[in-house]
């Protein structure tokens, strides 16, 4: 059965995914209050994996971040959930090769001297395939799969229709930029043009770095809906996680911070999707993996950004008022609890970086996202839509170095770059 992207049926599919949660939240509230195990909370957790494996595109992305952002949930259920990272249910091959075959004017038999065609990882946007080339290298053919890009218009347009219906309880919030933000993103991640020209980018930035991987890109072999670049052999995060020691871990949360830091602080360029399913764990090396959701920024907006980090090294609130002010747009001052998203970012967010040295636990992700999540009315303030993808990315990077429970000098490697 080919991909569901049709608006009904994309609606249908996040109602039925919505459905499930509300169904295993209630249970497992009365059972807790009961004292009763519950024992079909696998089993619905495994049933959303499936049907957000089917649907693909924004709803499996939801679940994806959920798999290593919310500290909530228990590791059995992050472990169930971490499928969504990169093995979700592949589209068959005929349909993959068709795209092949839509994009280059041949099939992958004439293209490859060998093409698996059983996938070895898929995910929200598209799966991937070993292969070898006519030359002999091993490589990685990452396959969009067909209509996509229309399954996500639709996605959005069920968010645009909540939108609507919410506005007049959210008046003030400026949610059409916020949307508008996300299409352009999700739209670059169908662009696979796009995403090679950022993965090269990148790969010229730390082509030099003994610790850092980035596949090279196969430019003859890649287009907008199929990108081929060099193979890496590695633990995928969730091995690595349960079987590294703590000072390995500790070691590969610096790597990690450095890559993502460096490259959006220094360069401009920042990755807002920085999941545990797009990092392979060699012997002496990080390879990092997918650059789809990326934005570029301009040097005057990377500046502004610099001094909201700058203020809050320095713990100058006066300075980070001003700072964060450029960043985001308050709805009313009467509104605005300054107070409030001082402690946010200075004790929450970046914390971790304002520290001489940090360790990252889970009761600290937990602490932080909880404390977003009960912000009161008073204190709403409204960023920028393109900072979201900055927001994601710290965000995303904590979650990821809490889940390693990384310890290290992060306020060292982010200076570097201020």
């Given at each position: ?17 919505i459905g499930?949660?509300s169904?295993g ?5 009365v059972?807790?209050?009961l004292?009763r195990a519950?024992?079909?909370r ?29 500290f909530?949930?228990?590791d059995?259920t ?5 499928d ?10 005929k ?9 280059f004017g ?6 490859f001297?060998d093409f ?12 991937v395939?070993r292969a070898?080339t ?9 396959v969009q799969?067909?209509k ?13 229709l ?12 400026g ?15 169908c662009?696979?043009?796009f995403?090679a ?10 082509m030099?770095?003994p610790?850092?991987?980035?596949p ?12 081929t ?8 995060f969730g091995?690595?996680?349960?079987s590294?020691?703590?000072?390995s ?19 401009g ?6 999941h545990p399913?797009n ?7 990080i390879?990092?993996?997918?650059f789809?959701?990326?934005k570029?920024?301009?040097?005057d ?11 809050s ?19 009313k001052s009467?509104l605005?609890?300054?107070?409030y ?13 304002i ?5 990252f636990?889970r009761?600290f992700?937990?602490?932080y ?16 839509p393109?900072?979201?993808?900055w927001?994601?990315q710290i ?20 200076e570097?770059?201020?």
């Amino acid at each position: 059965m080919g991909l569901k992207n049709g608006l009904f049926d994309r609606s249908v599919g996040a109602g039925k995914v919505i459905g499930r949660l509300s169904h295993g939240y209630v249970n497992s509230q009365v059972n807790n209050i009961l004292g009763r195990a519950y024992p079909e909370r696998d089993a619905i957790v495994k049933g959303i994996v499936n049907e957000l494996g089917e649907y693909k595109g924004l709803l499996l992305k939801i679940g994806q971040v959920a798999s290593y952002m919310d500290f909530s949930l228990s590791d059995r259920t992050c472990s169930i959930l971490a499928d969504l990272q990169d093995r979700v249910k592949p589209l068959h091959f005929k349909d993959i090769n068709k795209v092949v075959n839509s994009e280059f004017g041949a099939a992958t038999d004439d293209l490859f001297f060998d093409f698996e065609e059983k996938p070895f990882a898929a995910a929200s946007v598209g799966q991937v395939h070993r292969a070898i080339t006519k030359l002999g290298d091993e490589v990685a053919v990452k396959v969009q799969y067909p209509k996509i890009g229309k399954a996500i218009k639709n996605d959005l347009a069920t968010v645009r229709l909540a939108q609507t219906v919410l506005k007049p309880f959210i008046k003030g919030i400026g949610l059409n930029e916020v949307v508008d933000e996300a299409r352009y993103l999700l739209m670059n991640e169908c662009d696979y043009c796009f995403e090679a020209d950022q993965q090269t980018k990148l790969r010229r930035i730390f082509m030099t770095d003994p610790e850092v991987e980035i596949p090279k890109v196969y430019r003859h072999l890649s287009g907008s809906k199929v990108m081929t670049s060099e193979y890496f052999s590695g633990q995928r995060f969730g091995e690595f996680k349960h079987s590294a020691s703590q000072a390995s871990k500790d070691h590969a949360g610096q790597v990690i911070a450095k890559v993502l830091l460096k490259s959006s602080l220094k360069h401009g360029i920042f990755n807002g999707d920085p999941h545990p399913g797009n990092y392979l764990f060699g012997e002496d090396k990080i390879c990092f993996l997918d650059f789809g959701h990326v934005k570029v920024w301009g040097a005057d907006e990377l500046e502004k950004l610099k001094m909201l980090w700058k203020a809050s090294f320095d713990r100058d609130q006066i300075k980070w008022r001003r700072a964060f002010l450029e960043l985001h747009r308050t709805i009313k001052s009467s509104l605005y609890d300054e107070s409030y998203f001082y402690h946010l970012y200075v004790d929450g967010l970046l914390k971790p970086y304002i520290e001489p040295d940090f360790k990252f636990t889970r009761n600290f992700i937990l602490k932080y996202s909880q404390s977003v999540l009960k912000a009161p009315l008073t204190s709403f303030a409204v960023p920028d839509p393109a900072i979201i993808v900055w927001m994601r990315q710290i965000l995303g990077l904590n979650a990821v170095l809490g889940q390693l429970e990384a310890k290290g000098s992060f306020r060292a490697i982010a200076e570097k770059w201020i």
